[in-house]
C-alpha cells in the first residue's frame, strides 16, 4: 500500500536569495507592479495610445499618488477601534493597506489629474489587464502570508478549507480570487472582441465586477462591521458602485452607437 505524506506548509513563506531570507509577499508584490508596468507599456505600443504622452505621464502620477492614499486610508479605516487607540496614528495608517482604496484612490487621483490638465479622454482602458496581471501576482503573496495577513477567511466545512497557520481549515479567499479576476480578464476580452466599447468602458467594467466581487467576498473575512453588519470595505465597495450606478442601471452607454 502506498502513503501520501503531506507536509504542511509554514505561513508566512520565505525566500532564500543568497544571504537575504525575503517574505514571498514583498517579493510578488514588487513583481506584480513591475511586471504589470512593463506589460502596460508593451500594450501602449502594440495598441496606440489616444492620450497625450505628457498627460499619460500625469495621469500614472495621479494615480500612483491616489492609490498610496487610498490604499493606506481604507486599510486603517478597515479597523476603526484600532486606528482609535494606537500609538501612533500614522504609523499605524502606513502599515495598512487595500487594494479596494488603491483602486478607488487612484481612480479620484486620475480623475483629478485629467480635469487639471484637461484631458477629456478616458486613460483606463490600457491599464485594465496589466492591472489584472499585477493583482493576480499580488494575491499569490497574500496568499503565502496565511493568517498572517488580513487577507484570509472565515473557517469553513467545506472539503477546500486550507490550514493557513493556525490549525483551523479556511477560506482560501487569495486563491478565490485569483481565479475570479483570471475569469474577469477572459470574460473582458470576450466582450471587447465581440461588442465594439466606447473608451473607458473596459476599465469600467473592470471596476463594477472587481467591486461587486469584494462586496460579497468580504462576508466570508473575518474582521470588524459596523452595527448593520458590513465593513468599511463594503462600504467603500457600495461607494463605487454607485459612482458607476449609470452604466450599471444602462450598460448600453458602453457601446458604440453605429449611424448607418
Known amino acids: 500500500m502506498y502513503k501520501i505524506i503531506s507536509y504542511p506548509v509554514v505561513y508566512p513563506v520565505y525566500v532564500s536569495v543568497?544571504?537575504?531570507?525575503?517574505?514571498?509577499?514583498?517579493?510578488?508584490?514588487?513583481?506584480?507592479m513591475f511586471i504589470g508596468f512593463r506589460y502596460f507599456l508593451f500594450l501602449r505600443r502594440r495598441q496606440g495610445d489616444r492620450v497625450d504622452s505628457n498627460n499619460r505621464i500625469w495621469s500614472i502620477i495621479g494615480a500612483t499618488f491616489g492609490a498610496l492614499l487610498g490604499s493606506r486610508l481604507l486599510g486603517a479605516l478597515e479597523n476603526p477601534p484600532g486606528l482609535l487607540h494606537a500609538d501612533n496614528p500614522l504609523l499605524y495608517i502606513y502599515q495598512n493597506k487595500t487594494i479596494v482604496g488603491g483602486l478607488l484612490g487612484g481612480l479620484i487621483g486620475v480623475e483629478t489629474v485629467k480635469k487639471a490638465v484637461g484631458e477629456r479622454q478616458s486613460t483606463g482602458d490600457l491599464f485594465t489587464y496589466p492591472l489584472?496581471?499585477?493583482?493576480?501576482?499580488?494575491?499569490?503573496?497574500?496568499?503565502?502570508?496565511?493568517?498572517y495577513e488580513e487577507t484570509y477567511g472565515v473557517s469553513t466545512t467545506l472539503p477546500w478549507g486550507m490550514n493557513l497557520g493556525d490549525g483551523l481549515l479556511r477560506h482560501p479567499v487569495s486563491l478565490y480570487e485569483i481565479v475570479f479576476l483570471l475569469l474577469l480578464?477572459?470574460?473582458?476580452?470576450?466582450?471587447?472582441?465581440?461588442?465594439?466599447?466606447?473608451?473607458?468602458?473596459?476599465?469600467?467594467?473592470?471596476?463594477?465586477?472587481?467591486?461587486?466581487?469584494?462586496?460579497?467576498?468580504?462576508?466570508?473575512?473575518?474582521?470588524?462591521?459596523?452595527?448593520?453588519?458590513?465593513?468599511?470595505?463594503?462600504?467603500?465597495?457600495?461607494?463605487?458602485?454607485?459612482?458607476?450606478?449609470?452604466?450599471?442601471?444602462s450598460p448600453s452607454r458602453l457601446i458604440e452607437k453605429q449611424y448607418a
Open 132 to 147: 489584472i496581471l499585477a493583482m493576480m501576482i499580488g494575491r499569490i503573496g497574500c496568499f503565502s502570508m496565511g493568517v
Open 18 to 32: 543568497g544571504s537575504l531570507h525575503l517574505p514571498l509577499h514583498a517579493i510578488t508584490e514588487t513583481l506584480g
Open 185 to 249: 480578464w477572459q470574460l473582458l476580452r470576450m466582450i471587447s472582441r465581440r461588442y465594439a466599447l466606447v473608451s473607458g468602458a473596459r476599465f469600467q467594467l473592470f471596476m463594477i465586477g472587481y467591486l461587486l466581487f469584494r462586496f460579497t467576498l468580504d462576508f466570508i473575512k473575518p474582521g470588524y462591521r459596523f452595527g448593520f453588519g458590513l465593513g468599511s470595505i463594503q462600504l467603500a465597495c457600495l461607494a463605487g458602485l454607485i459612482y458607476y450606478a449609470p452604466v450599471i442601471i
